[in-house]
Antibody, heavy 121, light 109 residues
Framework: QVQLKESGPGLVKPSETLSLTCTVS????????WSWIRQPPGQGLEWIGY???????NYNPSLESRVTISADTSKNQFSLKLTSVTAADTAVYYC???????????????WGQGTLVTVSS | SSELTQDPAVSVALGQTVQITCQGD??????ASWYQQKPGQAPILVIY???NRPSGIPDRFSGSTSRVTASLTITGAQAEDEAYYYCHSRDRRGNHWGLFGGGTKLTVL
């Protein structure tokens, strides 16, 4: 069974960098897609970006200038950095195992429990 | 357009059938996947691909796609199905950006 768990500070000051880590068990980081998704309070889901096979990344164009996703195969973890945060970045952040292929299948089959990050001074 | 559109709210009488729809150009290239989210919980995958259910998802959940519209059907809705439902697909212009619909609040009466 694949399990994911987010970790990181729950409070970040405006203009600083939000950093979260997702620890994965039950599946290797390599050769899989891994995404970050967020959900502001009372709102819908927003895809942030993915990392594939520890090197290939793809980001939501609305966040691309501020986002970096990286992976550490030795710890079976992947991480999110979001710079220059504002109150609008306050959200529950989820990590998820991502999948898509050339025949049109795309889905997130495993999710972490989510972690609330509040941007406030 | 790189958006997915869902009705904000839908209601169904207990035991009846309800369809939740999702429209978007990305559905020409990718099948929608559907997620159920209850308050305070992470989303869970209920339908993916042409009409596939992960292990543990009741068979009253089914999916279909026609051109730019994907549908999630619950046949014989139960009280525990009351939740938000989100569709997901990808941008069809080759960028493979992830897209989510705005979500549909399903109320079981």
């Amino acid at each position: 069974q694949v399990q994911l768990k987010e970790s990181g500070p729950g409070l970040v000051k405006p203009s600083e960098t939000l950093s979260l880590t997702c620890t994965v068990s039950g599946a290797p980081i390599s050769n899989n897609y891994w995404s970050w998704i967020r959900q502001p309070p009372g709102q819908g889901l927003e895809w942030i970006g993915y990392i594939y096979d520890t090197e290939i990344t793809n980001y939501n164009p609305s966040l691309e200038s501020r986002v970096t996703i990286s992976a550490d195969t030795s710890k079976n973890q992947f991480s999110l950095k979001l710079t220059s945060v504002t109150a609008a970045d306050t959200a529950v952040y989820y990590c998820a195992k991502d999948y898509y292929d050339s025949i049109g299948y795309t889905y997130f089959d495993y999710w972490g429990q989510g972690t609330l990050v509040t941007v406030s001074s | 357009s790189s958006e997915l559109t869902q009705d904000p709210a839908v209601s169904v009488a207990l035991g009846q059938t309800v369809q939740i729809t999702c429209q978007g150009d990305g559905l020409r290239a990718y099948y929608a996947s559907w997620y159920q989210q209850k308050p305070g919980q992470a989303p869970i995958l209920v339908i993916y691909g042409e009409n596939n259910r992960p292990s543990g998802i009741p068979d009253r959940f089914s999916g279909s796609t026609s051109r730019v519209t994907a549908s999630l059907t619950i046949t014989g809705a139960q009280a525990e199905d009351e939740a938000y439902y989100y569709c997901h697909s990808r941008d069809r212009r080759g960028n493979h950006w992830g897209l989510f619909g705005g979500g549909t609040k399903l109320t079981v009466l």
